[in-house]
């Protein structure tokens, strides 16, 4: 469903209601009982209720708490961080040591083996946090991100900051940029390919660290990225050896296996809710 008419959580709330109500209705005529619903969230979430606490690119989700909207239907719900979905949707029990790159508004990246996600953030808890590659320093007093800090990875290389570098040629929304790159566009082809040299580039070093064999593209933005692939290779090959082995696949259908990844969650929470608390978290911060 398309929310960028959102402009505050009350208006994203009333979209989950309905689709709730509708799903509900659709499994009590069909004799299934729904146990366990999940949810996918880009930005930071409090680490003790799940409400949404700071989504950079799409503000209308601050304050959201989808456990409290399931509260009244007494179905336990589990926000999950956005990276979460897209890696269970994506890959599979067997992989290879795999990262996983969503690219939307902004960027995320979440690696892991098989079921095991890989991180080397702790909380003080010492919880698993997913670290936000989107927002790692790449130019100290580089561009203003929309997280309000300069320089990161996403002011540079995120579909939001394309937006803004092509605005004064009328492209302004995400669905604007995918058209434009997909029809050849020479202003959206060079701002593209140059934020996919960059984005490459700078995801070397998670994959040089996590020794990954294979990368995942996916989210809005992979339906462009045979467009810019060249670019992202390039990138990747300023920084690693000659000779580093990386296979870079695009998702299929990114909407589909975000679906399937939120469902493989919720399967896992329903049948091991021990397991919760070895999910990695979204940060507490952003720095």
């Known amino acids: 469903m398309d929310l960028s008419r959102a402009k505050h959580h009350t208006d994203v709330e009333k979209v989950i209601d ?3 109500d509708t799903a509900l209705a659709l499994a009590a005529r069909t004799g299934i009982r729904v146990r366990q619903v999940v949810g996918g969230f880009p930005g930071l979430l409090d ?56 690219w939307d508004l ?28 989107g927002h790692i320093c790449i130019a ?25 570098e092509l605005a004064p040629a009328g492209i302004l929304t995400l669905g604007d940029l995918i058209t434009a790159i997909q029809s050849g566009r020479p202003n959206a082809l060079a701002t593209a390919r140059r934020a996919a040299r960059i984005l490459g580039r700078h995801l070397s070093w998670p994959v040089q660290f996590f020794n990954v064999e294979r990368i995942v593209v996916t989210g809005p933005l992979s339906i462009i990225f045979d467009r810019v692939s060249g670019a992202f290779h390039q990138g990747l090959s300023d920084a690693i050896p000659a000779g580093w082995n990386n296979t870079v696949v695009v998702s299929q259908d990114p909407y589909d296996r975000l679906r399937m990844g ?26």
Not at 54 to 77: E, M, S
């Open 18 to 20: 309905s689709f709730a």
């Open 262 to 287: 939120a469902f493989r969650l919720a399967m896992r929470l329903f049948l091991d809710p021990s397991s919760a608390p070895r999910l990695p978290r979204s940060p507490a911060k952003l720095v």
């Open 140 to 164: 100290p007093h580089g561009r203003t991100c929309r997280c309000g800090r300069q320089g990161c990875l996403e002011a540079y290389t995120g579909g939001q900051a394309m937006i803004s």
């Open 47 to 102: 680490p003790t209720d799940g409400t949404v606490l700071h989504a950079v690119n799409f503000p209308a989700l601050d304050n959201l708490n989808l456990a409290r909207l399931f509260a009244k239907r007494r179905l336990p719900a589990w926000p999950a961080s956005l990276s979460l979905c897209f890696f269970f949707g994506e890959t599979h029990p067997t992989d290879a040591t795999t990262l996983v790159v969503h």
């Open 106 to 133: 902004g960027v995320g990246a979440i690696c892991g083996r098989g079921e095991n996600i890989l991180s080397v953030q702790l909380n003080r808890e010492h919880a698993l946090e997913i670290p936000e590659v």
